[in-house]
Nanobody, 117 residues
Framework: QVQLVESGGGLVQPGGSLRLSCAAS????????MGWYRQAPGKQRELVAT???????VYADSVKGRFTNSRDNAKNTGYVQMNSLKPEDTAVYYC???????????WGQGTQVTVSS
């Protein structure tokens, strides 16, 4: 059974930092593109960042220069380091694992990030 478990969310003040983790099980992690998405209340889910097994990264324009995603294939875990957080970053953050050939697409349960003073 495939599981993606996010952790690291919480409440942080504007300008603060958080690091989210996504622990994967039940998949051959290195064959998957790891992604982070977020969904704010009343809005559609949107891409935050993705990273391939080889380390190629894509970022949404809204987080470039502030967020950095990474992965540890030996630990089957993906990460996103979020710095200089803004109130508009408030959302539920989800991790996603997409097989490189499109044959598998899995989601975590989400973790809440709230940026507020």
């Amino acid at each position: 059974q495939v599981q993606l478990v996010e952790s690291g969310g919480g409440l942080v003040q504007p300008g603060g930092s958080l690091r989210l983790s996504c622990a994967a099980s039940g998949i051959i992690f290195k064959f998957y593109v790891m992604g982070w998405y977020r969904q704010a209340p009343g809005k559609q889910r949107e891409l935050v960042a993705t990273i391939t097994s080889g380390g190629s990264r894509v970022y949404a324009d809204s987080v470039k220069g502030r967020f950095t995603n990474s992965r540890d294939n030996a630990k089957n875990t993906g990460y996103v380091q979020m710095n200089s957080l803004k109130p508009e970053d408030t959302a539920v953050y989800y991790c996603n694992a997409l097989h490189r050939d499109g044959s598998g697409d899995y989601w975590g349960q989400g973790t809440q990030v709230t940026v507020s003073s």
